[in-house]
C-alpha cells in the first residue's frame, strides 16, 4: 500500500532542469519554491505521444497560474539534455516548442520514486500530479495510468479551492460559495 503524501511535508529534491524557453540548464529545488504554491506533475518519457498535449496546454496556462502565486515544474526519467531537444523540437516534428516553465530531469528516478509514481519494472513515472502549498506541505494528488491525459481545467480549479482556504463541495468555482460546518 502506498504511503499517504498529502497533509505532510512534500519530499524535497533538487534536479537539473532545461528551461522552457530552450536555450539553457538550470537547478531547481523544493525549497525554491517557498512562499509560492507548486504544481508538480510527472510524465512518462520525452518524445511521446499524451505528455505534448499535457505539457503543451500547462505552459499556455502558465500565466493564468503565476497570477494566482503558482508556478509549474514538469519532471520525468529523461535527461536535461533530452528535455532540450524536446523542447527545441517543432511541435509537428513531436515536439513541444518552448515552454512557460522548466522540465526537470530524474535520472536516479528518486523523486518519482519518493512521490510514489515510479513503475519500478518500467523505469517511467505514472501521470501524478501534485499541488504543494507555500509552505511546502503537499495539498493535492492525483496518479493515474500514462494512457490518459491531465486536465488543465481541473489543475487550476482545485488550485483556487485550496487558496480559498474553505470547504468547497463538488464543482465549486472561485466566485462560489463556501460550505459551512454544522
Known sequence: MAERLVGKPAPDFTLETALGDGTDFGKVSLSDYKGKWLVL????????????????????????????????????????????????????SNGLGKLNFPLGADLTKSV??????LIED??????????????????????????????????????????SGGLCPIGWKKGDKHLVAK
Do not use: M
Open 41 to 92: 506533475f510527472f510524465y512518462p518519457l520525452d518524445f511521446t505521444f499524451v505528455c505534448p498535449t499535457e505539457i503543451t496546454a500547462l505552459s499556455d496556462a502558465a500565466g493564468q497560474f503565476k497570477a494566482v502565486n503558482a508556478e509549474i515544474l514538469g519532471v520525468s526519467v529523461d535527461s536535461k539534455h533530452s528535455h532540450r531537444a524536446w523542447i527545441n523540437t517543432p511541435v509537428d
Open 112 to 117: 518519482a520514486r519518493d512521490y510514489g509514481v
Open 122 to 163: 518500467e523505469g517511467v513515472a505514472l501521470r501524478g500530479l501534485f499541488i504543494i502549498n507555500p509552505e511546502g506541505e503537499l495539498q493535492y494528488q492525483v496518479v493515474h495510468h500514462n494512457n490518459v491525459g491531465r486536465s488543465v481545467e481541473e489543475t487550476y480549479r482545485v488550485l483556487e479551492a485550496l487558496q
